[in-house]
């Protein structure tokens, strides 16, 4: 189906209803499954939505690698609570993006054989228990900054997804900063590994928004469609001005020796991440990729019987429904 779909882009589209279309865009009306659009829109919106649910599922390893050593009972169930939401949040995103007429079965087969992306943050480890708190603080306060004017996304099952999915984030959010009080407030040692946690998120969570405005290829058309409400460097900016008053209050350092605030602007300079860096990641070199595929590989394999069975079971079911009234 997807890829029928990629073969009827080439068609030409009625200039008429494509201007119709982005009048529609420009009045803020909400796109709906059962809608005329264009191809163009509705790949970028499987290519966006589906990536953003696979950030979703496979942003749960890092965090639960950590489930079975959380330092205490409460700590244990907030984890889990969070790390069950980010599977809530990928199935509320691939159910949105299959009223695009692409599977989730579909979808998923793309991930796992590399025509899809997932974001690059959760190709890098957590090593300790103060990266539960930097995930929370940074992973989860950019992903905010990114889904909250998402909300207003011009395709209404997209946006209404991200309604719920950004009170679960707050949540995140405030769990992971919570634990960072914690560590940074607590012993010698303690406020080391919160700080050695932000020394090794800091420019990951920076990547999030994606390449900078020069380098991105799908800004321009994205924002036309509000697909996109805000340009990554936009975001970046308003992450950076947001976050670094609060590693103050913490008490921790921004691993950055040029950041400062700039009255001029009104947000602070900042040096940006190692771009060469982000590329190995999304093309798949970063540190975890090789894993973090691999577990997704193995859950699929070992869910087959249970997709087989649930299949079985309804054609099973259907061949006893009654031809007809009689
Ligand atoms: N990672 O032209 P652009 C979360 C790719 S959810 C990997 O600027 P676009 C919750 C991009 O796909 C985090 N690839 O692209 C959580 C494109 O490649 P393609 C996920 C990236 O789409 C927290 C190429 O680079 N959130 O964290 C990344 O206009 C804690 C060129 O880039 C979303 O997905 C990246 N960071 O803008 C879960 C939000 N950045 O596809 C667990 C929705 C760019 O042509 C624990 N998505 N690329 O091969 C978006 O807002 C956008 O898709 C952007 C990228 C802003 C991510």
């Known amino acids: 189906m997807y890829a029928q779909m990629i073969e009827s882009e080439v068609e030409c589209e009625d200039p008429q209803k494509l201007k119709e279309f982005q009048n529609r865009i420009d009045a803020g009306d909400k796109i709906e499954p059962q809608d005329w659009m264009p191809n163009g829109y509705r790949k970028t919106l499987i290519r966006q939505i589906g990536q953003h649910a696979h950030s979703e599922i496979v942003g749960q390893l890092p965090e639960g690698n950590w489930i079975t050593r959380a330092p205490t009972l409460e700590r244990k169930a907030i984890l889990l609570a969070k790390v069950q939401d980010e599977a809530g949040h990928g199935l509320y995103l691939y159910c949105a993006a299959e009223t695009l007429g692409v599977s989730r079965d579909e979808l998923t087969e793309m991930l796992l054989d590399e025509r899809m992306k997932y974001s690059s943050i959760f190709n890098y480890p957590t090593l300790t228990w103060a990266d539960m ?104 900016q308003k992450f950076v001005d947001q976050t670094a008053p609060q590693a103050d209050l913490l008490g921790l350092t921004i691993p950055d020796a040029n950041l400062e605030w700039d009255e001029h602007k009104g947000g602070y300079n900042f040096t940006e991440p190692d771009w060469s860096e982000f590329y190995a990641v999304i093309n798949g070199n970063g540190p975890c990729n090789v894993e973090r595929l691999a577990a997704r590989k193995k859950a699929w394999e070992d869910g087959q019987w249970v997709r087989d069975g649930l299949l079985a079971n309804a054609e099973k079911h259907a061949a006893k429904i009654p031809v007809a009234a009689e």
């Not at 992971?176 to 940074?184: L, T």
């Not at 090794?200 to 290829?217: E, H, I, K, N, Q």
């Open 133 to 236: 708190g930097a995930i929370g603080w940074l992973v989860d306060g950019a992903a905010i900054m990114n889904q909250v004017p998402l909300q207003r996304t011009s395709y209404g099952p997209y946006a209404r997804a991200m309604i719920r999915i950004c009170k679960e984030e707050s949540f995140h959010q405030r769990q992971g900063f919570d634990i960072m009080i914690k560590m940074a407030k607590g012993s010698a040692e303690q406020k080391h590994m919160a700080q050695d946690a932000l020394n090794r998120f800091w420019y990951p969570a920076l990547m999030m928004f994606g390449p900078s405005d020069t380098d991105s290829v799908h800004s321009v058309q994205s924002m036309a469609w509000k697909i996109k409400m805000n340009t990554n460097d936009e975001l970046r």
